[in-house]
């Protein structure tokens, strides 16, 4: 059995430069709670199927932005205006409860477009969404996305995919935190970071990308608190190593004890 899943989509070429900080995905795959990947599919490029023409046009009808890391492209709770379609960088969108604790939904990737449901406009946001490295994306108002969707019928195709993707993303998350332990999902999220980030090192293997304990227990629905005592326990077994941000898995047989039985 798997958690977390990822899924890799095209995107088109990005203006900002990533750092080494930022260390990409080394399968440019996006980072999300579910029970079964193969059940869920992957998440469709909002442009894939446009040919160069089309993709001119909606690209050209936008307004690219470029957004640092940990700035806001929109706040739950504002006013719906279009969508971001996302070309370089990892955005993170979330929820936060009146208790101020937050769960994140997912991180996402070049290609994929955030801001919905309401595309068109009307209504409130009911996630927020910030960039969790330097990213750029291509604002497309709801007046201008629904005039492109009538001249480019397959860009209304890749946003009913897109719609239908996320969807499943919210019921994968609501499945997931109502049957399975948050002990399993810590132990599943270290080995997909492993999957998606890790490289050999004189520890063991290195999680190249940055995850606070405070990102973890947003992907898991845990405290931070809880998050930094079981990677100490699990230190103190000698399973992982960590340091602040930087996290070295030593067993991964352990890990994947704790997992479950497995799929």
């Given amino acids: 059995m798997t958690l977390f899943a990822a899924a890799s989509v095209p995107g088109p070429k990005g203006t900002v430069s990533r750092t ?9 795959r996006a980072l999300m709670l579910t029970e079964s990947p193969r059940g869920i599919g992957g998440p469709p490029s909002l442009l894939e199927h446009l040919s160069t023409g089309e993709r001119e046009q909606v690209l050209r009808q ?19 205006d279009g969508i971001f379609l ?12 009146p208790s101020e604790r937050e769960i994140t939904l997912a991180y996402w990737l070049p290609g994929h477009f ?54 499943k993303c919210y019921s994968a998350l609501a499945q997931m935190l109502g049957t399975r332990s948050v002990t ?26 940055a995850f606070t304990h405070a990102d973890l227990a947003h992907m898991v629905g845990a405290t931070r608190q809880w998050v930094t005592i079981s990677l100490k326990r699990l230190q103190e077994k000698d399973v992982v190593v960590t ?3 930087r996290i070295v898995i030593r067993r991964t047989d352990v890990l994947e004890q704790m997992r479950g039985q497995g799929d």
Wanted: aromatic share 8%; no cysteine; charged share 20%.
């Fill in 114 to 167: 955030v801001g919905g449901p309401e595309i068109f406009g009307g209504g409130v946001h009911q996630w927020s969404g910030v960039a969790s490295s330097n990213s750029s994306a291509v604002h497309l108002p709801g007046k201008t996305l629904r005039q492109l969707v009538v001249e480019v019928p397959r860009l209304a195709i890749g946003l009913i995919e897109g719609l239908t993707f996320k969807g």
């Fill in 62 to 80: 936008g307004r690219r932005r470029v957004f640092y890391r940990g700035q806001t492209l929109f706040n739950q709770g504002a006013r719906h």
């Fill in 243 to 245: 340091d602040k941000s």
């Fill in 86 to 97: 996302i070309e370089t960088g990892r955005i993170r969108v979330f929820y936060t409860a």
């Fill in 20 to 28: 080494a900080a930022e260390s990409p995905s080394k399968t440019g």
């Fill in 184 to 209: 399993e999902r810590l132990a599943q999220l270290l080995l997909h970071l492993v999957d998606l980030y890790g490289v050999e090192d004189d520890d063991g293997i290195l999680i190249s990308a």
